[in-house]
C-alpha cells in the first residue's frame, strides 16, 4: 500500500479523535465565555443608565485593571494574599489532620470535639479577622491564624468522613499483621483522606478569600485587601471594582489548572477504592 493511501486513511481517523475534545472544550468554555459577555452588557447598560461616578462604565474599569497589571502592583499584591492564604491552610491542615482522625476513631472525643466545630462553622470570618488583629496586630500571625480559624473546622469533617469511609476490613487486616501506626497513616489513611481532603479544600479556599481580606483591611500595610481599603478611602470605584476583578480572574486560574485537575485525580481513585473494595 502507498504512502498516500496510507495517509489518506490515516487522516479521517486524526480528525474523529480530534473533533470530539474540540466539542469538549467547547462545551466547557462556551457557557462561561457567554457568562463573561453578559455580565459585561449588563454592566455597560447599568453605567451608563445611571450615569454616575459611582458607576463606573467597563472602559475606566478596564483601565484601573490595565494600570495595576502593567505596573506589576497586581501580581506582588496578590502574591502576598496567596502566601498568607498557603501558611494559614498549612497550619489548619496541620491541626486537623490528627483531630480529624482522633474523632473519627473515637465516639467519646467526636462528641468533645463537636461544638468546637460547629461554633467554627458558625462564626463569621469577620470575627477572626478582628480578633486576631487584636490580638496579634500586624505581624503575619494574623493573617495565618485567622484564615486558619476559618478554615479548620471544614477540614477536620472531611478528615473524619474520609476515616469513617474507610472500610472495616482493611482496618482489621492492619490490626492483625500489626502494622506501625506511620505505615498505616502513610499507605492506608492518607490515600483515602486524599479523596476527601481536597473537596474540603476548595471550600475553605474560598472561606479563607473572605477572612484574608478582612484581615488585610483591618490589620496589614499590604495585600489585595490593603489595596481594597486603599481605594475605598479615595472613593475610587473603578479601582475597588479593578482589583476585585484581578483576584478573582485569579481564582479562576487556580481553580481550573490546579483544583479541578486534583479533583478529578481523586474522584477517579475515590470510585476505583470503592469498586475494590
Not at 469513617?164 to 489513611?189: D, N, Y
Request: one cysteine or more.
Amino acid at each position: 500500500m502507498s504512502d498516500a493511501v496510507k495517509s489518506s486513511l490515516i487522516r479521517p481517523t486524526a480528525l474523529r479523535r480530534r473533533t470530539p475534545s474540540l466539542r469538549l472544550v467547547t462545551a466547557r468554555l462556551l457557557p462561561a465565555v457567554l457568562y463573561f459577555l453578559v455580565l459585561l452588557v449588563l454592566w455597560e447598560a447599568m453605567a451608563r443608565r445611571l450615569d454616575s461616578p459611582l458607576v463606573p462604565d467597563v472602559r475606566a474599569i478596564y483601565a484601573q485593571l490595565v494600570e495595576i497589571t502593567e505596573n506589576g502592583t497586581a501580581f506582588v499584591q496578590i502574591w502576598l494574599t496567596f502566601g498568607r492564604m498557603a501558611l494559614g491552610f498549612l497550619l489548619a491542615l496541620t491541626v486537623a489532620l490528627p483531630v480529624g482522625i482522633a474523632t473519627a476513631r473515637s465516639r467519646m472525643l467526636s462528641r468533645f470535639v463537636e461544638p468546637g466545630v460547629t461554633l467554627g462553622l458558625t462564626v463569621p470570618g469577620l470575627v477572626w479577622a478582628l480578633l486576631c488583629v487584636i490580638w496579634f496586630g500586624t505581624s503575619l500571625w494574623s493573617p495565618v491564624i485567622s484564615v486558619a480559624l476559618g478554615v479548620l473546622p471544614s477540614l477536620v469533617i472531611s478528615v473524619k468522613e474520609g476515616i469513617q469511609s474507610l472500610s472495616g476490613e482493611l482496618v482489621e487486616m492492619a490490626h492483625v499483621f500489626r502494622l506501625k501506626k506511620t505505615t498505616v497513616l502513610r499507605k492506608i489513611w492518607l490515600p483515602v483522606l486524599y479523596a476527601f481532603i481536597v473537596p474540603g479544600t476548595r471550600v475553605g479556599f474560598s472561606i479563607a478569600w473572605k477572612v484574608i481580606v478582612l484581615v488585610e483591611i483591618f490589620g496589614m500595610s499590604d495585600g489585595v485587601g490593603y489595596q481594597l481599603n486603599a481605594q475605598f478611602s479615595t472613593q475610587n470605584v473603578e479601582g475597588v471594582i479593578a482589583w476585585t476583578v484581578a483576584f478573582w480572574a485569579t481564582m479562576l486560574v487556580v481553580e481550573h489548572l490546579i483544583f479541578a485537575p486534583i479533583e478529578r485525580h481523586a474522584n477517579r481513585w475515590k470510585k476505583r477504592a470503592s469498586h475494590e473494595q
